[in-house]
């Protein structure tokens, strides 16, 4: 299973297979593809002889785009470049993540307006091939000029420097290169820059978040239909008449899949219950607005991830140099910040939900904390209080995350980059809030399928009458952690379900209509 790069547009699909390892990359081998990547650099090197000044070739970088180069020393200057960058600091991204980032660069120097050379694009293929993963350090980029810091440990390892994971092992590149018999590249006077000064962490890291986010609102819309079941929830809020009302697509197709989980038709002439709280009744609403954020922040993601975005770009068909700030993120700032921030939401959400299943002052006849002891040892049990004050504090975690990276500009490099994006800083968070997210619905899952199982148990509710979808899903779930009827450690049992949450194992309303 490969995905072919060329100058087509790729999707966010794409590069999540490609970060998981569910599929390979390959380059197109077409001679066009060739021609158009070729006329860059073939075009530099032109100009190069004819003493042309080019940024970042002829020229110092940012700041010093003043210095002249002199002729002699123009194929150190690549080299230069990623070393005084290797100053990156913090976590080492994870292998999906380093995959991710080496898709979105190639995707953007595949793009043809780079100048850089056909062995740099087969050098990065090897990588991928081999799955060679240079150690890329979380820390260091401001998000224009591009992702430089981090993006210098690509560069350096494509030069067989530095180090990489080589199956589970850190090892020194050069060491590995040699194993497999594969050359060191030596940078082109661009290359160096065509490397670094783009957006591809932010954009690779992006690409993985979206993916987390959109399954997160079909998971939690799941969560919301169990919730409803254990508290007895009136599930005629989500009515399809009530919704036409309020056009929201994606708030609809919530409202759609809650109908669809609880059999909901016409409104009882008399419910038990008018109005639920607002963690119930608003759920679509709450729901509905990541759901309606996802084609918006694709078409931001996409973009970027399918632009030139580095500086500057070289027209080599068209003959022209242009000094730009296409390595500016801001699009995908803006776009994880306000990710981040309808996530955050949901954790907010759940852990109402959670609260409100845990209380016996509002779950209308459960036991408290959803304890399913019996008998005298009922006194001694205390089933999902913890759990609850778990919930609580990876609730506030991802919520004080939310404050936007993007409006934290930074002028920096001698104010040369005196207004800058802050993207890869506004990815981390976003991937930071989704883990506790995604937490926070491991845990209202196990408790809502224990909810439902008590209202059985208490003959309230039959699980041969449930939809086939919430029946097997908690039976899906019973397969990751059992019913609790007596105090257990629940750590490795909610760490099993989030990362089931993250690895998608439910397959969830594939089948319903796109938007309501």
Not at 290 to 296: E, F
Not at 380 to 405: D, R, Y
């Amino acid at each position: 299973m490969t995905i072919t790069f060329d100058n087509t547009p790729l999707t966010i699909e794409c590069i999540a297979k490609l970060a998981s390892g569910e599929q390979q990359l390959q380059l197109s081998r077409q001679a066009e593809f060739r021609q158009l990547i070729e006329a860059g650099s073939d075009f530099l090197d032109r100009l190069l002889v004819e003493d042309g000044e080019i940024y970042g070739v002829t020229t110092g970088y940012g700041d010093s785009c003043t210095v002249a180069i002199p002729p002699q020393l123009v194929a150190e200057l690549p080299r230069h470049l990623y070393t005084f960058h290797g100053c990156g600091m913090g976590n080492i991204l994870s292998p999906e993540m380093t995959r991710a980032v080496l898709a979105a660069r190639l995707a953007s120097l595949c793009q043809g307006y780079s100048g850089v050379s056909f062995e740099l694009l087969e050098q990065i293929e090897t990588l991928f091939r081999n799955d060679i993963l240079p150690l890329i350090p979380e820390e260091g980029s401001v998000g224009a000029s591009g992702d430089l810091t981090p993006l210098s440990y690509v560069a350096a390892v494509l030069c067989g420097e530095r180090q990489v994971l080589y199956r589970g092992d850190i090892k020194n590149t050069a060491d590995v290169f040699e194993s497999l018999g594969i050359q060191p590249l030596t940078l082109r006077p661009k290359e160096g820059l065509a490397i670094m000064n783009g957006t591809a962490v932010m954009t690779g890291l992006a690409c993985l978040a979206f993916q987390r986010a959109e399954y997160l609102a079909r998971i939690a819309t799941r969560i919301t239909a169990l919730a409803t079941l254990a508290t007895k929830g009136n599930a005629h809020h989500f009515d399809e008449i009530l919704f036409q009302v309020k056009p929201h697509r994606g708030q609809q197709q919530i409202a759609h899949w809650l109908r669809d989980d609880l059999h909901v038709g016409e409104p009882p002439r008399n419910p038990k219950r008018l109005q639920d709280r607002y963690s119930l009744r608003c759920a679509p609403h709450v729901i509905g607005v990541l759901q309606d954020t996802l084609p918006w922040s694709r078409q931001l993601i996409e973009n970027e991830l399918n632009s030139a975005n580095d500086n500057p770009i070289i027209d080599g068909i068209g003959e022209h140099v242009l000094h730009g700030g296409h390595f500016y993120g801001g699009h995908i700032a803006v776009a994880m910040d306000t990710l981040k921030n309808t996530v955050a939401n949901i954790a907010d959400l759940l852990d109402r939900q959670m609260a409100q299943m845990m209380d016996p002052k509002f779950n209308h006849g459960l036991p408290a904390n959803l304890s399913g002891a019996q008998g005298e040892r009922a006194a001694i049990n205390h089933g999902f209080k913890a759990v609850q004050i778990g919930c609580s504090a990876w609730t506030a975690e991802a919520l004080k995350h939310t404050m936007p990276a993007s409006v934290f500009s930074r002028s920096t490099e001698c104010h040369n980059q005196d207004k800058v994006s802050m993207g890869t800083i506004a990815a981390r968070d976003c991937l930071r809030v989704l883990q506790l997210t995604e937490q926070v619905t491991a845990a209202t899952l196990l408790a809502a399928c224990q909810g439902v199982e008590l209202r059985v148990k208490q003959g309230e509710l039959d699980l041969q009458r449930l939809s086939p979808e919430l029946s097997d899903m908690i039976e899906q779930v019973r397969q990751l952690s059992a019913f609790i009827d007596e105090d257990r450690a629940l750590d490795e049992e909610l760490s099993t379900t989030t990362h089931a949450i993250q690895s998608q194992r439910w397959p969830l309303y594939r089948e319903s209509k796109a938007n309501g």
